[in-house]
C-alpha cells in the first residue's frame, strides 16, 4: 500500500509569491495534517482536516490556508510568501484524527523562498 | 499551551552501547507521547508510543518510560547499530501534537 505521497517534493519561489502543495493520504485514512519543519526544529502543527473540516489550526497567520476533497486529499495554500516560510512542509494522515492515533508523514515539500 | 524539551540535542554512542532522550512537557493534559525518528530527506517516522494509562512500553530495542507525576517521559535504544543514526523527536498530544527540537543521534563504529 502507498505511503502518505507529497507534491512537489522541492519548490522555489520568490517572496510576494503564493504557492500550493499537495497531500494524498494512506487509502482508509480520512484525516489529514499539515505542518512546517524549519531546519534543526521538530514540525510545528498548522492545520488538521477531518472529513474535509477543519479540526484543528496552530499559530501561523491568515496567509496560511488548506482544505481538504471529497477523495481526503488535501492541499495547503501559502500567500504572500516571506523568506522565513522556507522550511520543510510535511503531511501527516491518520483514520479518525483523534488523539491517541498514530500520525503517518509523507517526505514533505521543500519550500525555498528567496 | 503545551511546551516540550528534549534533551540532549546531540548524542554520539558507541554501536553497541545504550542510548537515552529525555522529554519534559508542560500540559498534564497531554495524554499520548509519541516518539519519531527522520532520516536525511525523510518524513518523521514513527518508531514507538505510549499513552498515559501505561508506565512503559518495550519493542525490541526500543522502550519508552513515562512518568506522568513528574511529566517526563524517556527514549531508550539498546544494542545500538549503526542505523540508528538519525534525529529522534517526543512529542505530547492533548488535543494538538507538539513536538520537541529534535536529538541528533551518532552511532560511532
Known amino acids: 500500500d502507498a505511503g502518505v505521497t507529497q507534491s512537489p517534493t522541492h519548490l522555489i519561489k520568490t517572496r510576494g509569491q503564493h504557492v500550493t502543495l499537495r497531500c494524498s493520504p494512506i487509502?482508509?485514512?480520512?484525516?489529514v495534517s499539515w505542518y512546517q519543519q524549519v531546519l534543526g526544529q521538530g514540525p510545528q502543527f498548522i492545520f488538521q482536516?477531518?472529513?474535509?473540516?477543519?479540526?484543528g489550526r496552530g499559530n501561523f497567520p491568515d496567509r496560511f490556508s488548506a482544505r481538504q476533497f471529497p477523495n481526503y486529499s488535501s492541499e495547503l495554500n501559502v500567500n504572500a510568501l516571506l523568506l522565513g516560510d522556507s522550511a520543510l512542509y510535511l503531511c501527516?494522515?491518520?483514520?479518525?484524527?483523534?488523539?491517541?492515533?498514530?500520525?503517518?508523514f509523507g517526505s514533505g515539500t521543500q519550500l525555498s523562498v528567496l | 499551551g503545551e511546551n516540550v524539551e528534549q534533551h540532549p540535542s546531540t548524542l554520539s554512542v558507541q554501536e553497541g552501547d545504550s542510548a537515552v532522550i529525555k522529554c519534559t512537557y508542560s500540559?498534564?493534559?497531554?495524554?499520548?507521547f509519541p516518539w519519531y525518528k527522520q532520516e536525511l530527506g525523510k518524513g518523521p517516522q514513527l518508531i514507538i508510543d505510549?499513552?498515559?494509562?501505561?508506565g512503559e512500553k518495550k519493542d525490541q530495542r526500543i522502550a519508552v518510560t513515562l512518568n506522568k507525576t513528574a511529566k517526563h517521559f524517556s527514549l531508550h535504544i539498546t544494542e545500538t547499530q549503526p542505523e540508528d543514526s538519525a534525529v529522534y523527536f517526543c512529542?505530547?498530544?492533548?488535543?494538538?501534537?507538539?513536538f520537541g527540537k529534535g536529538t541528533r543521534l551518532h552511532i560511532l563504529p
Open positions: 501527516a494522515s491518520s483514520r479518525t484524527g483523534t488523539t491517541n492515533e498514530k500520525l503517518f
Open positions: 487509502s482508509g485514512h480520512k484525516s
Open positions: 482536516y477531518y472529513e474535509k473540516e477543519e479540526r
Open positions: 500540559d498534564s493534559a497531554s495524554n499520548y
Open positions: 505510549i499513552r498515559s494509562n501505561v
Open positions: 512529542a505530547a498530544r492533548d488535543d494538538k501534537i507538539i
